[in-house]
């Protein structure tokens, strides 16, 4: 079975600067799709950045982008000039390519910002 | 376009009632999920349909859950009897057979049974 891990609970980052959310996975497919998933106080999950792996170019969405090592099972997420908004709950998240079509999550990164 | 679409939005219960918690998909979308997120146990999927056919209902905790999709635009997950440790956030997803597939979140219940 498929895992997602996440192995900082909590993060925090000044305001403008940068931060890395770390997730690493465990599978044996070669084809599947990961994503990251924000979730603030309102507690609607959000979709930040999504990434194929048979996609060898890392993902990019605005200030969002991810450092995908598909060797090393390593999804990390970096957010640059962090602002206020960003603080929320981060998920890291695996889905088949094929077949079954459900996420499995990471445990949570919890981001605060530091004004 | 409206997103998904999840009712009631808070539900407060007492033990051994019947509890009923309504999604409607995003409009052309197929798939339909339910997941549920605990302090305990995190985000986890519940059930999953198909063109209204489930696929997975692995994660369905007993038989006191049970899940329906009647139409492509409606889908219901009842608790029956409740118990207190059901208390949590359940969210509804949908997607799309195109593209990258990401699914798409509704905003949750927050269900507290006491």
């Known amino acids: 079975a498929q895992t997602v891990t996440q192995s900082q609970p909590e993060m925090s980052v000044q305001e403008a600067e940068t931060v890395t959310l770390s997730c690493t996975y465990d599978t044996s497919e070669s084809d599947y799709y990961l994503f990251w998933y924000k979730q603030p106080p309102s507690r609607q999950m959000i979709l930040v950045i999504r990434q194929e792996a048979y996609k060898q170019q890392n993902a990019t969405e605005n200030r969002f982008s991810v450092n995908f090592q598909k060797a090393a099972k390593s999804f990390s997420l970096k957010i640059s000039d962090s602002q206020l908004g960003d603080a929320a709950m981060y998920f890291c998240a695996y889905r088949e390519y094929f077949g079954n079509e459900k996420l499995t999550f990471g445990t949570g990164t919890r981001l605060t910002i530091i004004p | 376009d409206a997103g998904v679409i999840q009712s009631p939005r808070h539900e407060v219960t007492e033990m051994g009632q019947e509890v009923t918690l309504r999604c409607k998909p995003i409009s052309g979308h197929n798939s339909l999920f339910w997941y549920r997120q605990t302090m305990m146990r995190g985000l986890e999927l519940l059930i999953y349909f198909n063109n209204n056919v489930p696929i997975d209902d692995s994660g369905m905790p007993e038989d006191r859950f049970s899940a329906k999709m009647p139409n492509a635009s409606f889908s219901t997950l009842k608790i029956q009897p409740s118990e207190p440790r059901d208390s949590a956030v359940y969210f509804c997803?949908?997607?799309?057979?195109?593209?990258?597939?990401?699914?798409?979140f509704g905003p949750g219940t927050r269900l507290t049974v006491t």
């Open positions: 997803a949908s997607t799309s057979q195109r593209g990258l597939r990401e699914q798409y």
